[in-house]
């Protein structure tokens, strides 16, 4: 069994900055892709920002060049540094962490809340 713990998040006003970090604990092979999706109300779920074991990284075009994704192997660990928020970033903001044997897991954070508002 995996879990996922997340950390951070919070109300910032715009331009601002937060910081998102999420532990996994479990059984968790070392090839692995782990990450951040978030849903805004009335909105689906999209991805943010991914980061894979080998440190390959994925962006959404949104947050290219503000977020910065970014992990340590050893303790199964991803952070999300968030700068120049805006207020569209508000959203429930969601770990997750994949991996494949024979077929795709994936397991998710219980969500954290981040509000960015004056």
């Known amino acids: 069994q995996v879990q996922l713990v997340e950390s951070g998040g919070g109300l910032v006003q715009p331009g601002g900055s937060l910081r998102l970090s999420c532990a996994a604990s479990?059984?968790?092979?070392?090839?692995?892709?782990m990450g951040w999706y978030r849903q805004a109300p009335g909105k689906e779920r999209e991805l943010v920002a991914f980061?894979?074991?080998?440190?390959?990284?994925n962006y959404t075009d949104s947050v290219k060049g503000r977020f910065t994704v970014s992990r340590e192997n050893a303790k199964n660990t991803v952070h999300l540094q968030m700068n120049s928020l805006k207020p569209e970033d508000t959203a429930v903001y969601y770990c997750?962490?994949?991996?494949?044997?024979?077929?795709?897991?994936?397991?998710w954070g219980q969500g954290t809340q981040v509000t960015v508002s004056s």
């Open positions: 479990g059984n968790i092979p070392r090839f692995n892709g």
């Open positions: 980061i894979r074991s080998d440190g390959n990284t």
């Open positions: 997750n962490l994949y991996f494949w044997r024979t077929i795709r897991y994936d397991y």
